[in-house]
C-alpha cells in the first residue's frame, strides 16, 4: 500500500541562532507543530537563506558573532525581498533598551530567555495570523487598484467614444428620461445649444413623437420603452428648427456613480426612409405593370393557346412560373409590410371568434400541410370554451396563415405542428414547482408565465402559440428572425420559396394590435412561436412608441 503523502506544513521559520543547543529545542518543539523549520547558527548564513527562499517568519537570535541580531534585522528591513518577514527576537538581554532597541530596527516581538515552549508558540501563531491577513489585505488594495485603473481606462474609453461618435448620444435618468449629457452629435442633429436640453425631459422638449398625428412621448410612454429594452425601434425626432428627422434608438440601461441611467443611441434614418420610399415606389409602379403582363404571357403559355411545348419546354416554363410567383410575392410582401409601417393600412377592431379564425387558417394551409405530409393540430384546453378578441380579423388570418406557413416549411415529412389558443391575465397564472404555470385557461410553460407578466397588465389577453418539430432556430438568430429579409439560412429564399418578410409582416400586425410576438426555440427540437394580443380594442402603446 502507497504511502500517503505528508501534509503541508502550516509555516516555513528560519531560526538563527549561534547555540545549538537553542536550535534543537526550537527545531523540535516547532516541528512537533507541523512547522517547517531552517536552522543556522550565523546571522549571515540566515541572511542569504531569506534571501533566496523567504521564510514566512524569523526567529533571530541578538547576541551572536560577526553580525549581531540587530544588524541583520536592519539588513533584513532594507531589503525589498525580505522587508515585510516578521522578525520575533529571543534573547537573553532583559533591558528594556535592548528591547526598544529591537523593535527599533524592525522587529515585530521579543522573547526573553529562558522561554515558556507555549508562550512562544502563541506569538508564533498570532504573528503568522497577522502576516496573512497583510498578505490578504495587500492582494485586495492591489487587485482594488487594478480595478480601480481599468474602471478608469474604460470610463476614459467610453468618454472618447461618446464625445467622438458620428451617432447622437444622450445619457437620461432612468424614471423619467432627464438628459444629463449628449455628444456633440445629438446637439447637431437637433440644432439645440447644450444648455437648452441638459436637466430637461424627453416628454419636457417633445423629441420623440410617434404615430399618424406625430405625438410626443408621454412620461408613461417613455417608461415603457424603458422596460421593454428592445433595440433599434423607429420614431420621428423633432429638431429644434421644427422638422422631422426618422430615427432609429436603442435603450440601454448603465451605471453612473451609484445611479441607474439610460444610455440613448440614435441612428439618423431619414436618408435611408427617403430612398426607401422611392424604392417602394418603383415597385409599386415600375415592377407591378411588367410583372403582371409576364404572368399573364407565361399563363397564355402554359394554356397551349400559342402551341404546345416539348416536355423540356414545360420544364423550363414551370421554373419561370415558380420564380415569377415568388417575385410576385415578394412585391406583395414589401409592399403590405411598408403600408403597415408607414400606417396607410388601418387596423379595423371587430369582435373575432379565435376559434373561427384559427380554423380558417388551417384550413387555407391544409393543402400545403398534405403535400409536406404534415399533421395540423388544433390544440385547445377547453373546446367548449371559444374567446373573443376585438382585432382586425383579415391581418389575423394573415399572421396565423404566416406562422403555419413558416412551420410547415422548416419541418421534416412527418411531423406535426400545434395551434393552441388561450385567453389569460399574469394575475391568473399559478406557478408550479416543475417551472410551468396553470392559468384560467390550461397549463402554459413557465418561461411563456415569465414573458407576459414581464410585459402585460392586468387586463386579460389572447395568447396563441404555433410549435413545429423543425430543425429550430440558432439562439443567435432568436432576436433578429423578426427583421426584414432575415432568415436561418441564407439558402432558405431559394429551397422554401420564403421571402424573409413573413415574420416581419407578423411582428407588424401584433405590434399594431398593442401586442407581442417571440420565439422559443432549440435546434433540433422546433420553435415554438407565441402571440399575444390585449383581448379589448383599447388603445395600446405598443414597442415603437405607436398607439
Not at 236 to 260: D, H, N
Not at 517 to 531: D, H, T, Y
Amino acid at each position: 500500500m502507497a504511502d500517503s503523502p505528508s501534509p503541508a506544513p502550516k509555516a516555513d521559520i528560519l531560526v538563527i541562532d549561534d547555540m545549538p543547543e537553542n536550535l534543537n529545542l526550537l527545531a523540535a518543539m516547532l516541528m512537533q507543530q507541523g512547522y517547517k523549520v531552517r536552522s543556522v547558527t550565523k546571522g549571515t548564513t540566515g541572511l542569504r537563506g531569506a534571501q533566496v527562499a523567504p521564510p514566512d517568519l524569523i526567529l533571530l537570535d541578538i547576541n551572536m558573532p560577526e553580525m549581531n541580531g540587530r544588524e541583520v534585522c536592519q539588513r533584513l528591513k532594507a531589503d525589498a525581498r525580505t522587508r515585510d518577514i516578521p522578525v520575533i527576537f529571543i534573547s537573553a538581554l532583559g533591558d528594556v533598551l535592548d528591547k526598544v532597541n529591537a523593535f527599533a530596527v524592525g522587529g515585530v516581538d521579543y522573547i526573553s530567555k529562558p522561554f515558556q515552549v507555549e508562550e512562544v508558540l502563541a506569538r508564533i501563531e498570532n504573528h503568522l495570523t497577522l502576516r496573512r491577513l497583510q498578505r490578504q489585505l495587500q492582494a485586495q488594495n492591489a487587485q482594488l487598484q487594478q480595478e480601480m485603473l481599468e474602471r478608469q481606462q474604460a470610463e476614459e474609453k467610453f468618454s472618447k467614444a461618446f464625445r467622438l461618435s458620428p451617432n447622437p448620444i444622450a445619457i437620461a435618468t432612468h424614471s423619467e428620461g432627464r438628459l444629463l449629457d449628449v455628444n456633440p452629435s445629438f446637439l447637431t442633429m437637433g440644432g439645440y445649444p447644450f444648455d437648452e436640453v441638459i436637466g430637461r425631459t424627453v416628454d419636457e422638449l417633445g423629441l420623440f413623437r410617434s404615430g399618424e398625428a406625430m405625438v410626443p412621448f408621454s412620461m408613461q410612454g417613455w417608461q415603457s420603452l424603458v422596460a421593454s429594452a428592445m433595440p433599434n425601434q423607429e420614431a420621428e425626432f423633432l429638431t429644434r428648427s421644427g422638422s422631422l428627422k426618422t430615427i432609429l434608438f436603442s435603450l440601454e440601461p448603465i451605471e453612473l456613480v451609484g445611479m441607474t441611467c439610460v444610455l440613448l443611441m440614435i441612428n439618423d434614418i431619414t436618408e435611408r426612409k427617403r430612398l426607401e420610399n422611392e424604392f417602394i415606389s418603383l415597385v409599386s409602379h415600375e415592377l407591378r405593370t411588367p410583372l403582371t403582363s409576364l404572368m399573364g404571357s407565361l399563363d397564355l403559355l402554359a394554356s397551349g393557346q400559342l402551341g404546345h411545348l416539348t416536355e423540356q419546354g414545360q420544364r423550363v416554363l414551370q421554373i419561370a412560373t415558380t420564380n415569377t410567383d415568388r417575385l410576385n410575392r415578394l412585391v406583395d410582401d414589401i409592399l403590405d409590410l411598408e403600408r403597415m409601417r408607414s400606417g396607410k393600412i388601418e387596423i379595423r377592431r371587430v369582435p373575432c371568434q379565435v376559434s373561427d379564425l384559427l380554423q380558417q387558417a388551417i384550413d387555407a394551409m391544409q393543402s400545403m400541410a398534405d403535400q409536406a405530409e404534415i399533421s395540423l393540430i388544433l390544440q385547445a384546453p377547453d373546446t367548449s370554451f371559444d374567446p373573443t378578441i376585438e382585432a382586425d380579423p383579415d391581418r389575423l388570418l394573415q399572421m396565423i396563415i404566416n406562422l403555419l406557413s413558416n412551420a410547415i416549411k422548416f419541418s421534416s415529412s412527418g411531423g406535426r405542428v400545434w395551434v393552441r389558443k388561450q385567453i389569460v391575465a399574469p394575475s391568473q397564472f399559478v406557478e408550479r414547482g416543475d417551472g410551468s404555470a396553470i392559468a384560467s385557461d390550461g397549463e402554459i410553460p413557465g418561461s411563456v408565465l415569465s414573458s407576459v407578466q414581464s410585459f402585460s397588465s392586468d387586463a386579460p389577453g389572447l395568447l396563441i402559440g404555433v410549435e413545429d418539430e423543425g430543425r429550430g432556430i440558432p439562439a443567435d438568430m432568436v432576436q433578429r428572425i423578426f427583421e426584414r429579409f432575415q432568415q436561418v439560412d441564407a439558402l432558405d429564399s431559394r429551397r422554401k420559396g420564403g421571402t424573409g418578410l413573413g415574420l416581419a409582416i407578423c411582428r407588424n400586425i401584433v405590434e399594431q394590435h398593442g401586442g407581442r410576438i417571440w420565439v422559443e426555440s432549440e435546434l433540433g427540437q422546433g420553435s415554438r412561436f407565441w402571440v399575444w394580443l390585449p383581448q379589448r380594442g383599447e388603445t395600446q402603446m405598443n414597442t415603437d412608441g405607436h398607439r
